[in-house]
């Protein structure tokens, strides 16, 4: 059974940092792409992040790049976001989810975990 636990989240200032993590487990964690989604409060899904089965590319939507990092540690089997300058607009849950073992955009039929809050706010 494919388990994904997420972790990290909280309530930081505008500008400050925090670093996600989701622990996985139930599959071969380093066969697969990965991703990072979120949804804030009366909005759609939006994907933010994917990173390939080595960590070799990655890919961020628009609003992040230059701000969040995904990488993966498949000796863990976790995977992690950086996020750094945060901004009002990042509050979301966020969720990182299990995709296939070769590239494909975020499908919201992908098992993600319970997701993990992050509240940016002076």
């Known amino acids: 059974e494919v388990q994904l636990v997420e972790s990290g989240g909280g309530l930081v200032q505008p500008g400050g940092s925090l670093r996600l993590s989701c622990a996985a487990s139930?599959?071969?964690?380093?066969?697969?792409?990965m991703y990072w989604v979120r949804q804030a409060p009366g909005k759609e899904l939006e994907w933010v992040s994917t990173i390939n089965d080595d960590g070799g590319s990655t890919y961020y939507t628009d609003s992040v790049k230059g701000r969040f990092t995904i990488s993966r540690d498949n000796a863990k089997n976790t995977l992690y976001l950086q996020l750094n300058s945060l901004k009002t607009e990042d509050t979301a849950m966020y969720y990182c989810?299990?995709?296939?073992?070769?590239?494909?955009?975020?499908?919201?039929?992908?098992?993600r975990g319970q997701g993990t809050q992050v509240t940016v706010s002076s």
């Open positions: 989810a299990k995709g296939w073992e070769f590239y494909s955009s975020y499908r919201e039929s992908f098992p």
């Open positions: 139930g599959f071969t964690f380093r066969r697969y792409w």
